[in-house]
């Protein structure tokens, strides 16, 4: 079976070559996860490092994590636009970035979800390994520095 998905919606941005790579290894769901782990054998216990809360999966980190609702919500105020979260990060980031903006920023909106998926992996991987947790208020500037 093909894969339809529209994959130059991330080839094409001005994001970094890592980060291209990042959200495309996200969207495929080949990134590192705890449940991603622990389907290759890693026993490992599974709990988000961001909210503490929840099993750690792609869709979860990215999107449905209090500290992902926080960043999304930001974008979405900032856009004054009506939103509503999907299932996957697939389907959020298609919908995201086939929306009609306004030309000025249409290169900059399609890089947005990009940008809030590294800055949760870096922030998470930040909290698992050197047991530093960003302030909220920094970690949104942080995700709004990236775009540019």
């Known amino acids: 079976m093909i894969d339809q998905w529209p994959w130059k919606l991330i080839w094409k941005t001005r994001l970094p070559p890592k980060i291209k790579c990042f959200t495309w290894t996200t969207l495929k769901n080949g990134i590192l996860t705890l449940d991603n782990l622990n389907r290759r054998k890693l026993q490992l216990v599974n709990r988000c490092f961001m909210c503490l809360n929840s099993l750690e999966s792609v869709n979860?980190?990215?999107q449905h994590c209090p500290v992902a609702t926080t960043l999304w919500?930001?974008?979405?105020?900032?856009a004054g636009i009506n939103w509503i979260l999907?299932?996957?990060?697939?389907?959020?980031v298609g919908s995201w970035s086939l929306r009609e903006v306004d030309s000025p920023i249409k290169k900059t909106w399609q890089m947005i979800s990009?940008?809030?998926?590294?800055c949760i992996w870096k922030e998470s991987n930040l909290r698992c390994f050197d047991g530093i947790s960003t302030p909220i208020s920094s970690l949104k500037s942080f995700c709004v520095i990236s775009l540019f």
């Open 60 to 62: 979860h980190l990215f």
């Open 73 to 78: 919500n930001m974008f979405i105020s900032i």
């Open 114 to 118: 990009s940008c809030i998926f590294w």
């Open 86 to 92: 999907l299932q996957s990060v697939k389907e959020v």
